[in-house]
T-cell receptor, first 117, second 115 residues
Framework: AQKVTQAQTEISVVEKEDVTLDCVYE???????LFWYKQPPSGELVFLIR??????QNEISGRYSWNFQKSTSSFNFTITASQVVDSAVYFC??????????????FGSGTRLQVQP | KAGVTQTPRYLIKTRGQQVTLSCSPI?????VSWYQQTPGQGLQFLFE???????NKGNFPGRFSGRQFSNSRSEMNVSTLELGDSALYLC??????????????FGPGTRLTVL
């Protein structure tokens, strides 16, 4: 069975600080996909990033960066120079390869990020 | 391109009633998935539809059902509502042109309150 763990329930930072959100996952699949979604108070889940299991290259996109390490089954997400608008609940999610038809996302419990001005 | 739309945005029902929620996917997207979000259980997968067929189902009772139309629009139905069905119901669509899983894009959700 798949499992996603986000140990950080809530994080509070001051604007312009860097913040890293942790995510640890479990899966028996050799091909899988990892995602980060953001849920602002409005409720809609906003897609942020996606990483395929066969590509461990870490990237930076604007203020966002991620660190994917298969050896430790971790997929951490960093926001650089945080802003008040980054305040939201962030979810890490896992999907299998899809070849078997199972494309359901397994979500972590979420990390609430509060950025203080 | 318009995003995923869900109607209605808010619903209040009483125990024992049934409810139907609607989801219109992003234009060209062929797969629609439904998720339930509650404070206690978090985000849980309900089911997925592709080409008008249920392709995958989560661990929910038979009171929860859905369908997909030829234009990829989807509805989910909950019969005999219980207090525990109060939740935010999120719909997501994905392209699914190939065999591999595509990114799912979510709608704003329908917040259902059961009294």
């Amino acid at each position: 069975a798949q499992k996603v763990t986000q140990a950080q329930t809530e994080i509070s930072v001051v604007e312009k600080e860097d913040v890293t959100l942790d995510c640890v996952y479990e899966t028996r699949d050799t091909t899988y996909y990892l995602f980060w979604y953001k849920q602002p108070p409005s409720g809609e889940l906003v897609f942020l990033i996606r990483r395929n299991s066969f590509d461990e290259q870490n990237e930076i996109s604007g203020r966002y960066s991620w660190n994917f390490q298969k050896s430790t089954s971790s997929f951490n997400f960093t926001i650089t120079a945080s802003q008040v608008v980054d305040s939201a609940v962030y979810f890490c999610a896992l999907s299998d390869s899809g070849y078997t038809g199972r494309r359901a996302l397994t979500f972590g419990s979420g990390t609430r990020l509060q950025v203080q001005p | 391109k318009a995003g995923v739309t869900q109607t209605p945005r808010y619903l209040i029902k009483t125990r024992g009633q049934q409810v139907t929620l609607s989801c219109s996917p992003i234009s060209g997207h062929r797969s629609v998935s439904w998720y339930q979000q509650t404070p206690g259980q978090g985000l849980q997968f309900l089911f997925e539809y592709f080409s008008e067929t249920q392709r995958n189902k989560g661990n929910f009772p038979g009171r929860f059902s859905g369908r997909q139309f030829s234009n990829s629009r989807s509805e989910m139905n909950v019969s005999t509502l219980e207090l525990g069905d109060s939740a935010l119901y999120l719909c997501a669509s994905s392209l699914e042109q190939g065999a591999r899983a595509d990114t799912q894009y979510f709608g704003p959700g329908t917040r259902l309150t059961v009294l």
